[in-house]
């Protein structure tokens, strides 16, 4: 394993979330693809209705996902998404999806990979295979995932593999395991995951903080309003979905500079 040191933002590209944000959001979406070339143009009409006034600076997104659904973002979406991150300074992206086929995801991964940075780590979630064979910097999985053991022995020993956690016993385990980074949450309540396992809080994190010396990166819920106040709880850095996707460039500059 190496010795990994994560930034203080772990920005999460979530299809689901993505895809949701999209349809419920269709004229923030709409101003979010400006720049893209792979968009299409918006064509005005008397018809159109008028622009709402802009987002407030610290108006956080509260978005539902929905895995259910099969469709898929369009590769040219998630390319501009995270090129905006990118451009804002981000330098740690996952990508997720848990209803695309393997052919998909790692389509995905592959173009996610070829754009990105060298200075920008990217990590894909679930599939060690796939991850494996898109060249990404690591995997992430999770509890019910392959296990961080059988991982290890997918990915090898020159790439990175972070480890959900959501209580301390599963902390304590993955502690002793070969993975390079711990994941607790959700932190907060949350609405990225149907099923979300019981709030750790700010408490928990100060506590589970003193059973581990491998990186810690809190996720659930995490906003740019309460993001310092997990970083001050002992958190190494935060994982965030839901408040970048309204204007990750803009948002996720925000989150670096109150992150500092």
């Known amino acids: 394993m190496s010795s990994f040191h994560p930034p203080r933002l772990y920005a999460i590209i979530d299809a689901s979330c993505f895809l949701s944000f999209r349809a419920e ?45 099969s469709e898929g973002p369009a590769v040219s979406q998630l390319l501009h998404y995270a090129q905006e991150l990118v451009k804002a300074g981000v330098t740690l992206i996952q990508y997720r999806n848990k209803t695309a086929t393997a052919r998909e995801i790692l389509s995905h991964a592959r173009e996610l990979r070829r754009i990105l940075p060298p200075d920008v780590t990217f990590f894909l979630n679930d599939r060690a295979d796939l991850a494996l064979a898109a060249n990404a910097d690591g995997v992430h999985v999770g509890q019910d995932d392959l296990s961080p053991e059988g991982a290890r022995l997918v990915v090898g020993n020159t790439k990175l593999i972070g480890v ?52 810690l990166i809190a996720i659930g819920g995490i906003t740019r309003e309460n993001c310092r106040s997990v970083i001050e709880a002992g958190a190494d850095s935060v994982a965030v979905i839901a408040d970048l996707l309204a204007d990750p460039k803009r948002h996720a500059e925000q989150f670096l500079q109150l992150l500092g």
């Open 25 to 69: 959001n269709p004229q923030t979406y709409a101003d979010s693809q400006r720049g893209n070339p792979c968009s299409p143009p918006t064509i005005a009409t008397s018809a159109t209705a008028p622009r709402s006034a802009p987002t407030p600076a610290l108006v956080t997104t509260a978005i539902p996902c929905h895995p259910e659904r």
């Open 164 to 215: 959900s956690t959501h209580n301390r016993a599963q902390l304590e385990i993955a502690s002793q395991a070969p993975v390079d980074y711990i994941a607790i949450g959700p932190i907060f309540s949350t609405r990225s995951k149907a099923n979300p396992d019981p709030v750790v809080g700010l408490d928990g994190l100060r506590k589970i903080r003193k059973l581990t010396t491998k990186p």
